[in-house]
């Protein structure tokens, strides 16, 4: 007894800390799969020993609230659902009653109160008593409606949240790889708890309603409450009504649309259509009796570790990724899976060589069920002692319970990964092939410590070729991209080196003052920059600065050995676009992109702005007649607004 009540409160104390991390701390430090696992057990021993202790998450509903905003009970408790993975206990749980089957949706459950048909107060559920209140986020959801038909006070619950698409958008729009949100849920969950309504506009947050706690009259069944929120203007979760005898084939057809399906879900709910009876059966101090979830069984496979990568990125957080012998998974092939700390590092015990269980969170994400090797007081992997990218000795930090991985060095080619991404991107070198991924993955094999090294890349062709999503033929494409851009110009040279200030259009202007030349560029004293329009004091001492630093010179001198500058030059008389400032909206046809529009019109001595104003010359735009804010602006200060035609007639003449 006494050995199962230890492991009771070992159980409560990990499974909360795993709580804290997943909602307050946003990270993880085990997998769903994991937790559902180790609550399944503290549940038996509960039952086992009749043990309940009062932090139990056995008898807790969420967790507690703490962040700044205003906080809000519920009228009655959110509870969570009881589960299965069995479709078949869905049947016996059904018995002779009709259900109503529905998506589980991964994101943020919400509650919307109208009054007098007006939106009056959004709650999230927090910890189910007392939830934070998101009145002004909610009223900039994509869908939901701002006023309804009902006039009676309504309570409507559902599931906020953000689809993969969108998703995926966000992410790629951000620059920083370790700041990018891990997965929708997480996103959902931070835009709906904004404090400026303005960030939760622009991430286009989804509402379905899931169910109707008061209002809409007298209604008997489950599904006519469906048919009345959509009548109110609701989106609602899609739904199909079953019996004993049909939903297992309904949990299957549901299970073979969730590769192609846009929303978040986690699983499915089943309800008992008929109101009166599910509430006829009450509730246990957790679960209500009226619904069940259904939990998806993920399919497993068994394979063998063959190595932890430790992938350092620019904020000195050095990443696991487990590497093992690629196994089918949900129709792919899987050869590995962010472990996403030294917490779960170390509670699933790996070390290479071991036997593990893989899965696909959700049927998406890979992760490690479990490890089938672990024993009872067997450590995991040490982690490096010093980081992969530039050999700095690493420490081990405790955040919030979470044991993270890190390089303290200031000058870690990691933490440049920004520069490496400027230095090669299209208005720099122009080297296709070298995402910001691909880069992190260079520096994390200890390929890139300088730009000069990207032009040294056959060095390391067979560790390459062995990286995810690389082969010979990319290997090959991606050092023929670096051959080419090797024969550049002075002034994509001068714009690659990142120098704060100098971007395409000053580059081009200050080489065309030191005819191309660039020794003569790079020598080039405050005066002589001054004497350049446009050229300010703050500029000119960056460049100069920039210069004179001795490391940067011996970047330079490394750097120039690998590239072949066409430094020809060619004196302009004509300058058609002197003087003259442009603004440039909408598609383009016969340019290949704005910046290829932009870099025209700086050669024949034209600049180029974002937003229109009084010193606007003209804004391009091939739809003249758009209602934009830019056709708008123009038009009030009287600022012609051209085609791309025209403006290469200007161009011509």
């Not at 006829?280 to 068994?302: C, H, M, N, V, Y």
């Not at 071991?354 to 067997?378: C, F, H, T, W």
């Not at 009084?614 to 758009?626: E, M, P, Q």
């Amino acid at each position: 007894m006494n050995e199962k009540r230890e492991r009771i409160k070992e159980l409560v104390a990990l499974l909360n800390q795993a709580s804290r991390a997943y909602y307050q701390a946003d990270g993880e430090i085990m997998s769903n799969r994991e937790y559902d696992r180790l609550y399944d057990e503290l549940v038996r021993l509960e039952e086992e020993t009749g043990i309940v202790l009062s932090a139990s998450p056995t008898v807790n509903v969420g967790y507690e609230v703490v962040s700044s905003l205003p906080k809000k009970r519920h009228p009655s408790p959110m509870l969570s659902l009881d589960k299965t993975k069995d479709p078949a206990a869905l049947a016996a749980w059904l018995g002779d009653q009709e259900g109503l089957l529905s998506w589980k949706l991964d994101g943020l459950t919400i509650v919307l109160t109208y009054t007098d048909g007006q939106l009056s107060d959004a709650v999230t559920r927090g910890d189910g008593i007392t939830g934070e209140v998101i009145t002004g986020n909610a009223k900039v959801f994509d869908n939901v409606p701002l006023t309804i038909p009902a006039k009676e006070e309504t309570v409507v619950r559902g599931e906020a949240v953000i689809s993969y698409p969108q998703f995926e958008q966000i992410n790629a729009s951000i620059e920083d790889a370790e700041a990018r949100y891990k997965n929708p849920r997480n996103l959902c969950s931070g835009t709906v708890r904004q404090l400026d309504s303005s960030v939760t506009a622009s991430r286009h947050v989804l509402f379905y309603a899931f169910s109707l706690a008061s209002g809409g009259g007298d209604l008997k069944r489950r599904r006519d409450q469906m048919d009345w929120l959509r009548a109110q203007g609701f989106e609602t979760v899609e739904n199909i009504p079953v019996t004993k005898d049909t939903v297992e084939e309904a949990v299957a057809s549901f299970a073979e649309r969730i590769g192609e399906f846009e929303i978040p879900s986690d699983g499915l709910v089943l309800t008992f259509d008929d109101i009166a009876y599910g509430r006829s059966l009450g509730s246990t101090a957790k679960f209500p009796r009226d619904s069940i979830a259904f939990k998806w069984q993920d399919e497993l496979a068994e394979t063998t570790l063959r190595e932890i990568l430790w992938n350092p990125s620019r904020t000195g957080l050095i990443n696991p990724i487990a590497v093992f012998d690629p196994v089918e998974l949900e129709g792919t092939t899987v050869s590995r899976a962010s472990v996403h700390n030294l917490s779960i590092v170390g509670q699933l015990q790996l070390n290479p060589g071991d036997r593990i269980q893989v899965y696909k969170a959700n049927m998406i994400i890979p992760q490690i069920e479990r490890n089938l090797s672990a024993k009872a007081g067997r450590p995991a992997c040490e982690p490096p002692g010093t980081c992969p990218a530039c050999g700095q000795e690493t420490v081990v930090r405790d955040e919030n319970g979470i044991q993270t991985l890190r390089c303290p060095n200031p000058d870690c080619p990691a933490k440049k990964i920004k520069s490496f991404t400027h230095f090669v991107g299209r208005t720099a070198m122009n080297i296709e092939g070298l995402s910001e991924m691909t880069l992190e993955k260079l520096i994390g094999i200890g390929a890139l410590h300088e730009p000069a090294d990207i032009f040294r890349l056959d060095r390391f062709r067979d560790t390459i070729i062995g990286m995810e999503g690389f082969g010979e033929k990319s290997f090959d494409n991606l050092i023929a991209a670096c051959r080419n851009a090797a024969h550049t110009t002075p002034d994509r040279l001068l714009n690659s080196l990142g120098i704060p200030g100098i971007g395409t259009a000053n580059a081009q202007m200050i080489c065309r003052a030191a005819a191309n030349q660039w020794d003569r560029i790079s020598h080039l004293t405050e005066e002589e920059l001054l004497a350049i329009d446009g050229i300010g004091e703050v500029l000119a001492g960056d460049f100069t600065a920039f210069f004179a630093e001795e490391g940067h010179q011996r970047m330079l001198e490394n750097l120039l050995k690998q590239l072949t500058l066409d430094e020809s030059f060619e004196e302009r008389t004509d300058q058609p676009l002197q003087g003259k400032t442009f603004v440039i909206t909408g598609s383009l046809n016969t340019f290949e992109n704005r910046d290829a529009a932009k870099e025209r019109i700086q050669q024949l001595g034209g600049k180029v702005a974002g937003s229109v104003s009084k010193k606007t010359d003209y804004l391009v735009n091939n739809d003249i007649g758009s209602g934009s804010s830019k056709n708008k602006k123009a038009k009030e200060l009287g600022i012609p607004i051209i085609t791309e035609e025209e403006l290469l007639e200007m161009i011509e003449q």
